[in-house]
């Protein structure tokens, strides 16, 4: 069963940068996609982005330029970078793993979650 | 963009009540759908994997239909447990994208 933990700062200035760290307890991060997913209080869920082993990614166009993915696969762990945000970034992020099913991808693996709050 | 709409976005149900949930795409998206569960801003739980596909250990009450634009999520017997938030995600193109979800209250 692999296991996905979150990490980085809970609290941030506007116009600061966010940098969240994943860290996965899997032999290996092939094969699957690894992303990232983002949800304000009381709203749905938001897909942020997809990154491959390879590094190739996609990412939520609402984002723009703003978000950058990397990937780690030797020391198990993916990142989120999120530049300028505003209080509308204000939410719990959720990091998970996508894998193939019978018919595209689905998420059987999630992390707990960290909140991150953007406040002056 | 792939728009997935879902509705209700709430409903209210007792126990024991079949429940079912839609999700409507913008486009055809073949049955690449899956459907999760949430409680309390936890971390979701898929249930539902292309489309009709039930997750390892989920109960056989839920169950999974659709393919191209329309899809439901049905709990043939709701359950205490079940109260909950519920969603659907396509991934048949980048970016994927989730309904707004249903709450079953």
């Known amino acids: 069963q692999v296991q996905l933990q979150e990490s980085g700062p809970g609290l941030l200035k506007p116009s600061a940068t966010l940098s969240l760290t994943c860290n996965v307890s899997?032999?290996?991060?092939?094969?699957?996609?690894w992303s990232w997913i983002r949800q304000p209080a009381g709203k749905g869920l938001e897909w942020l982005g997809r990154?491959?082993?390879?590094?190739?990614?996609d990412y939520n166009p609402s984002l723009k330029s703003r978000v950058t993915m990397s990937i780690a696969i030797y020391k198990h762990q993916f990142s989120l970078t999120l530049k300028s945000v505003t209080a509308a970034d204000t939410a719990v992020y959720f990091c998970?793993?996508?894998?193939?099913?019978?018919?595209?991808?689905?998420?059987?693996?999630w992390g707990r979650g960290t909140l991150v709050t953007v406040s002056s | 963009d792939i728009q997935m709409t879902q509705s209700p976005s709430s409903l209210s149900a007792s126990v024991g009540d079949r429940v079912t949930i839609t999700c409507r795409a913008s486009?055809?998206?073949?049955?690449?759908l899956s459907w999760y569960q949430q409680k309390l801003e936890k971390a979701p739980k898929v249930l539902i994997s292309?489309?009709?596909n039930l997750h390892n250990g989920v109960p056989s009450r839920f169950s999974g239909s659709g393919s191209g634009t329309y899809f439901t999520l049905t709990i043939s017997s709701l359950q205490p447990e079940d109260f909950a938030t519920y969603s659907c995600?396509?991934?048949?193109?980048?970016?994927?994208?989730f309904g707004q979800g249903t709450k079953v209250e």
């Open positions: 995600l396509q991934t048949y193109t980048a970016p994927w994208t």
């Open positions: 990154i491959f082993p390879t590094g190739t990614t």
């Open positions: 292309a489309a009709s």
């Open positions: 998970a793993r996508a894998s193939p099913g019978k018919i595209g991808y689905y998420f059987d693996s």
């Open positions: 899997t032999v290996s991060m092939t094969g699957n996609y």
């Open positions: 486009q055809t998206i073949g049955t690449s």
